[in-house]
């Protein structure tokens, strides 16, 4: 069962403007959720984490959006950049749980 | 400091045959966990281990085997290899069980003949 989904499987952003990523979840114990970006033959790079007693959270040009009620979070980048073309995972978890829960990725274009 | 570790980068192994993927924590991180993915997936959870115990197992057949070593790093071994096995399996490390992102490692890409 896919707990997480990100159903933009690509986005083309113009350089200099804002990028929305978009990630839903299902299990309403997930508290804690994650943006992950990913180059090609690296391994999954951490960028920026949410709890769910927030519903924002910045940092540098990377803020992430969480709606409870719609369980829903966004990753915003602006202003975007070359460099950060790439896929970019969502990833939920819960305090009593040993792992986290994936989305598919979103492959981010950045156009110069 | 150094990041989460793995070895070997790249792995090609026949159907049948037996395998061990490395992996050394992030110094400090007493977590670490295994993630398998396949081409145009997140990745997959596998195992978790804290403190040389295991705290989870990932939908994966008992062919999956993994520990922790004095040290927190680990290994992940897997039997009789099938197609389906073909992956980059990845390692991650983590300072605490709570509010604590996983730091991931390169991965191995295996590929089974």
């Known amino acids: 069962d896919q707990q997480v989904k990100q159903n933009s499987p690509s986005l083309s952003v113009q350089e200099g403007r804002i990028s929305i990523l978009n990630c839903d979840y299902t299990?309403?114990?997930?508290?804690?959720f994650l943006w992950y970006k990913k180059y090609p033959a690296e391994g999954p790079t951490f960028l920026i984490s949410?709890?769910?007693?927030?519903d924002k959270n910045e940092d540098g040009r990377f803020t992430v959006f969480l709606n409870k009620s719609a369980k829903h979070l966004s990753l915003h980048i602006v202003p975007s950049q070359p460099g950060d073309s790439a896929v970019y995972f969502c990833?939920?978890?819960?305090?009593?749980?040993?792992?986290?829960?994936f989305g598919s990725g979103t492959k981010l274009n950045v156009k110069p | 400091d150094a990041g989460v570790t793995q070895s070997p980068t790249h792995l090609i192994k026949t159907r049948g045959q037996q395998v061990t993927l490395r992996c050394s924590p992030i110094?400090?991180?007493?977590?670490v966990s295994w993630y398998q993915q396949v081409l145009g997936q997140g990745p997959q959870f596998i195992f978790q281990?804290?403190?040389?115990?295991?705290?989870g197992r990932g939908n994966f057949p008992d062919r999956f085997s993994a520990r922790q070593f004095p040290n927190y790093s680990s290994e992940l071994n897997v039997n009789a290899l099938l197609l389906g096995d073909s992956a980059l399996y990845l390692c991650?490390?983590?300072?605490?069980?709570?509010?604590?992102?996983?730091?991931f490692g390169n991965g191995t890409r295996l590929t089974v003949t």
């Open positions: 991650a490390s983590r300072y605490r069980d709570y509010n604590s992102p996983l730091h």
């Open positions: 299990n309403s114990m997930f508290d804690y």
């Open positions: 949410i709890s769910s007693i927030k």
């Open positions: 990833a939920a978890s819960a305090t009593d749980f040993n792992k986290f829960y």
């Open positions: 110094s400090g991180h007493k977590s």
């Open positions: 281990y804290y403190e040389k115990e295991e705290r």
